[in-house]
């Protein structure tokens, strides 16, 4: 019988509920059917600026630490009007989260190729005091990339010029890579 895993949930911006913390312990518990290497899992709900009351645009940020690395759900709110619904801005962060933890298992079972294919690029500049970095693809593009993006805990091992591979989402502003393999 599975643990169940530690769950921390915050709520920015937005009035704490007790029928949306019970949604996410419910769909939190079900995470660990996906995978048993979770060691804790974080949940932030947030709206942009509590003082708006029409029109408000949640983002539901997961960050999930694993035995060996740590996955970040971080779907930003764009301009669709359904994330004007808390429960929908759930639903998707917790069906990326699942569809990351399947990913994670697959690469840890090692069905994934060696010749993994997607975008890559090279690490342009590192601010680790603050956390962060940039990349840089070879069409000149500039992906932001945050310390918890990065795979394996292999932050403090990143220098400038380093070939990475990633996965990006639009962020607020511009692209943000959500996942960074060094």
Excluded at 33 to 39: A, L
Excluded at 63 to 90: C, H, Q, S
């Amino acid at each position: 019988m599975p643990m169940e895993i530690p769950l921390q949930i915050t709520f920015r911006n937005v009035d704490p509920s007790e029928t949306v913390e019970a949604k996410i312990r419910e769909r939190a518990k079900k995470l660990e059917r996906f995978n048993n290497d979770i060691i804790n899992c974080r949940v932030v709900v947030e709206a942009p600026h509590k003082s708006q009351h029409k029109g408000i645009l949640y983002n539901v940020k997961i960050d999930m630490t694993l035995r060996d690395g740590e996955l970040v759900i971080n779907r930003l709110p764009e301009k669709n009007r359904a994330r004007e619904d808390v429960y929908v801005a759930m639903k998707e962060s917790f069906d990326a989260a699942c569809r990351k933890l399947e990913d994670y298992a697959r690469r840890r079972r090692g069905e994934v190729k060696a010749h993994e294919t997607g975008p890559f690029g090279w690490v342009s500049v590192l601010f680790p005091v603050d956390d962060y970095g940039r990349i840089e693809t070879p069409d000149g593009r500039d992906i932001y990339f945050h310390r918890n993006s990065v795979l394996n805990a292999d932050f403090d091992k990143l220098e400038v010029g380093d070939k990475v591979r990633f996965e990006e989402e639009p962020g607020e502003s511009g692209p943000q890579a959500t996942t960074v393999r060094v």
